[in-house]
């Protein structure tokens, strides 16, 4: 009871700390972003070459395109007027089965590169307390977002395609992050005409200025968690072990990117360091009614 009062204390704290800056983040939507097309170009606001953040309160209509031919042909049930938007995933989303099991139609599945950014584990997922998998006693309870590094910084991901019904429950379930729009590369080097969305980092200030304090106090006083977004936390054992085997499976690049440019929430230990010091992570199994889902 204690906790849970300090916790709502805190939120108190953030909130009144966030007073004068409620108002939420629009981007402006050009006048073509919403008319149908049959080409499969963005439809990012006109002339819009840098990333920027997308408005969750819109659904990424910025971000809106229509199907590629192939998609539509391959797709007995696409609409005349359907719509797509494009992902990039970079931790359990390396995975193509976690994909197709997130999402009711995943396309185009494949590896490509985002660049001046870098992964790092500094918050905590709800879901992992949910499931039961978070070590809340040695704050080993992260997951994976990413945030801006700089030129020589550039990760691994996957790229895909799914339907814009998803993006609802896609934006729920992601509800603690920002979301980015951004312009990968393929491997070979090749920028992406589309823009794709991507999990950012935030605070948690920011989900109580999105959702508010009781939503902020609902969500995880419960579990005791004094701060979402935490710099001393450690990744969650299980969620890591299943984005290592993700990566290795989608090959050496992937699986190397993983390693290498993911971080603890200290932004200088890299996740081949942390393995090395805790290589019994990798050999421990998840829950057996979990096996499937964090299986890589």
Same mark, same amino acid.
């Not at 007995?76 to 992902?87: L, N």
């Not at 990413?146 to 590094?149: D, I, L, P, R, S």
């Not at 980015?180 to 920028?191: L, N």
């Given at each position: *009871?204690a906790?849970?009062?300090?916790?709502? &204390?805190?939120?108190?704290?953030?909130?009144?700390?966030?007073r004068?800056?409620?108002?939420?983040?629009?981007?402006k939507v050009?006048?073509?972003?919403?008319?149908?097309?049959?080409?499969?170009?963005?439809?990012?606001p &006109?002339?819009m070459?840098?990333d %920027?953040?997308?408005?969750?309160?819109?659904?990424?209509?910025?971000?809106? &395109?229509?199907?590629?031919?192939q998609?539509?042909?391959?797709s007995?049930?696409?609409?005349?007027?359907?719509?797509?938007?494009?992902?990039?995933? %970079?931790?359990?989303?390396?995975?193509?089965?976690? !994909?197709t099991s997130?999402?009711?139609?995943?396309?185009?599945?494949?590896?490509?590169?985002?660049?001046?950014?870098?992964?790092? @584990?500094?918050?905590?997922a709800?879901?992992?307390?949910?499931?039961?998998?978070?070590?809340?006693?040695?704050?080993?309870? !992260?997951?994976l977002s990413?945030?801006?590094?700089s030129?020589?910084?550039?990760?691994?991901?996957?790229? @895909?395609?799914?339907?814009?019904?998803d993006?609802p !429950?896609?934006?729920?379930?992601?509800?603690?992050?920002?979301f980015?729009?951004?312009?990968?590369?393929?491997?070979?080097?090749? *920028?992406d005409?589309?823009?794709?969305?991507?999990?950012?980092?935030?605070?948690?200030?920011?989900?109580?200025?999105?959702?508010?304090?009781?939503k902020?106090y609902? *969500?995880?006083?419960?579990y005791e968690?004094?701060?979402?977004?935490?710099?001393?936390?450690?990744?969650?054992?299980v969620?890591l072990r299943?984005?290592?085997l993700?990566a290795?499976k989608?090959?050496?690049?992937?699986?190397d990117?993983?390693?290498?440019?993911?971080?603890? !929430?200290?932004r200088?230990?890299?996740?081949r360091q942390?393995?090395s010091?805790?290589?019994?992570?990798?050999?421990?199994?998840?829950?057996?009614?979990?096996?499937?889902?964090?299986?890589?």
């Open positions: *009871r906790m849970a009062l300090a916790v709502r &204390r805190s939120a108190v704290s953030l909130r009144r700390s966030s004068g800056t409620r108002r939420r983040h629009v981007v050009s006048s073509s972003s919403s008319s149908s097309s049959s080409s499969s170009s963005s439809s990012a &006109r002339g070459t840098k %920027f953040e997308l408005n969750r309160w819109n659904n990424f209509e910025d971000i809106w &395109r229509a199907p590629t031919s998609q539509v042909n391959a007995s049930e696409a609409a005349s007027d359907a719509k797509v938007i494009s992902v990039v995933g %970079f931790g359990s989303l390396l995975s193509e089965r976690s !994909a997130t999402f009711s139609t995943v396309s185009r599945f494949r590896l490509g590169k985002v660049k001046n950014y870098k992964r790092i @584990f500094s918050h905590v709800p879901i992992f307390l949910e499931r039961g998998i978070a070590k809340v006693e040695t704050k080993e309870m !992260a997951s990413v945030e801006q590094g030129e020589s910084d550039s990760i691994v991901v996957t790229l @895909f395609d799914i339907n814009v019904e993006v !429950a896609f934006i729920a379930r992601e509800e603690e992050y920002r980015m729009a951004v312009q990968p590369y393929s491997m070979d080097g090749v *920028r005409e589309n823009f794709h969305v991507m999990c950012l980092c935030s605070s948690d200030e920011d989900f109580i200025k999105n959702y508010g304090e009781e902020y609902e *969500r995880y006083s419960k968690i004094g701060r979402v977004w935490d710099d001393s936390l450690l990744p969650c054992p969620y299943h984005c290592v993700a290795e989608m090959g050496k690049e992937a699986y990117s993983f390693l290498d440019h993911t971080y603890l !929430a200290d200088q230990t890299s996740i942390y393995l010091d805790k290589p019994e992570i990798l050999t421990e199994l998840p829950p057996a009614h979990l096996s499937e889902r964090y299986g890589g």
